[in-house]
């Protein structure tokens, strides 16, 4: 099963999951907030680069990227039963999407520092230090 690429009014988020058996895989490219230089790209549950990240975190129920700055770029963490939590940051050509507990919410490549203040905002699994 595979779910692929969201659209939200004019703004889309290119994200793709794929389950296969027991396991829910993503597929997107990582994009820093601060400088717009590509980080990564997870095909699934293999890394094409990790540039310019802080932390990597994977275990069979959960996944976490955080970014140079110390900021959620993405975590994914299983809830038993049947619930999948997605929160981070992503940047497009034209918008940047946060996604936190507050929902979903899309930005202008303007407002970068207001996008910032929301993710912020969102909580890291707490797996290691994340620095200040």
């Not at 690429?5 to 895989?25: E, H, M, P, Y």
């Not at 310019?52 to 110390?70: K, L, Q, T």
């Not at 939590?85 to 507990?101: E, L």
């Amino acid at each position: 099963m595979e779910f692929k690429s969201f659209v939200f009014g004019q703004a889309s988020i290119d994200l793709t999951f794929k389950l296969i058996n027991d396991r829910l895989f993503i597929s997107t490219t990582f994009i820093d907030i601060q400088n717009n230089q590509f980080v990564g790209r997870m095909e699934y549950n293999h890394w094409e680069s990790k540039n310019s990240i802080s932390h990597f975190h994977d275990e069979d129920d959960n996944m976490e990227i955080i970014d140079a700055n110390g900021y959620v770029m993405f975590n994914m963490r299983y809830e038993f039963p049947n619930t999948v939590i997605v929160q981070g940051y992503s940047i497009f050509k034209d918008h940047i999407c946060v996604v936190s507990n507050s929902g979903i919410t899309f930005f202008k490549l303007k407002s970068r520092q207001s996008a910032i203040d929301v993710i912020k905002k969102i909580n890291p699994l707490n797996f290691y230090p994340i620095p200040k």
